[in-house]
């Protein structure tokens, strides 16, 4: 078995062979015209801009965007930037690469947290609901795609984007939803907390589940917004007797989640439980993102770079 080194281990100027999957692929040319294939390149442990710069004609057509690799290269760092100059690379498989240490599932970063906790989590926060008609359609939703929700990232590339992301997410805002609630005894506490927990639903079929987490043709054609209150639409259509009302504001806050139509919803929040969900969504949205860009910033020192979603630099102090 080959000596491998993770992503998250890489030391410039050192030598690294290992398996990687390939996230991004493209072919361009330098200024003096050379073809070369720049790639972005993934594990369990993180993500690494990467570069072959000779005999690209040699490697061009031996994987693709979304093939694990295997990798010999040297890390080094450019503009304050990990980056990996690659010597060798070809498309991994298991029959080949299994006796020198190839698995798939690590080149899949998954949550930290444990599966079965946050199962029991998620129950707590289902049977905090007193509204029979709530309970019974989230659990006919969360029955008929528990394999999807369990596995699936919160997103492809922002936040909670690792396997069981979509989970972890969905069980943050249904806490956040009983927690919040209570600040505003006004509100429909059940919608709140049924909305917070079905908001993201749609994904159990916007996305695919495979090495590197894509969207279905339904996920690109309609978007998960649409396909959540279809979902909806479809399980409440299986309850006697739910109340029509109902049925609308949930669906209304699947549609108006995201906020605004720039950011995807087709409609802005248009009552006070609707507008709760969007910000708690939000909130615990970006605070994963934050958290992740710091985490995974490798400079020295107390702050991030400024190349990240907020746009600034991140204080990585304690």
């Not at 919160?154 to 919040?180: D, F, N």
Request: with cysteine; charged share 30%.
């Amino acid at each position: 078995m080959m000596k491998i080194t993770k992503i998250v281990n890489f030391t410039p100027g050192k030598k690294i062979q290992g398996f990687f999957l390939c996230i991004e692929k493209h072919i361009r040319k330098t200024k003096s015209g050379d073809l070369y294939i720049d790639l972005t390149l993934q594990d369990d442990s993180g993500r690494t801009i990467a570069k072959l710069w000779d005999m690209t004609d040699k490697y061009i057509d031996l994987f693709s965007k979304g093939d694990p690799v295997a990798v010999k290269g040297i890390p080094s760092t450019y503009q304050d930037e990990l980056q990996l100059t690659i010597s060798h690379i070809s498309k991994a498989d298991s029959d080949r690469y299994r006796k020198y240490g190839f698995n798939p599932n690590e080149l899949i970063p998954s949550i930290e947290d444990s599966i079965d906790e946050l199962e029991d989590r998620l129950r707590s926060v289902i049977k905090s609901i007193k509204s029979k008609h709530y309970k019974q359609l989230i659990k006919l939703v969360f029955s008929r795609y528990k394999s999807e929700i369990l596995f699936l990232p919160g997103s492809i590339s922002y936040h909670h984007p690792v396997r069981g992301g979509l989970l972890k997410h969905i069980v943050s805002c249904g806490e956040l939803a009983m927690t919040v609630s209570n600040h505003y005894p006004e509100l429909n506490r059940d919608l709140i907390i049924c909305g917070a927990l079905l908001h993201d639903i749609g994904k159990v079929r916007g996305m695919k589940d495979d090495l590197n987490f894509t969207s279905t043709d339904d996920g690109y054609f309609e978007g998960h917004i649409i396909l959540g209150r279809d979902i909806v639409s479809e399980e409440v259509g299986k309850i006697n007797d739910f109340p029509e009302n109902d049925k609308f504001k949930i669906q209304h806050i699947i549609l108006s989640h995201q906020g605004v139509p720039p950011k995807g919803s087709p409609i802005v929040p248009k009552f006070p439980e609707a507008l709760l969900v969007h910000y708690i969504d939000e909130l615990d949205g970006k605070i994963d993102m934050m958290k992740r860009s710091i985490k995974q910033d490798l400079d020295s020192g107390n702050w991030t770079d400024s190349r990240n979603y907020f746009r600034t630099e991140l204080w990585k102090g304690k």
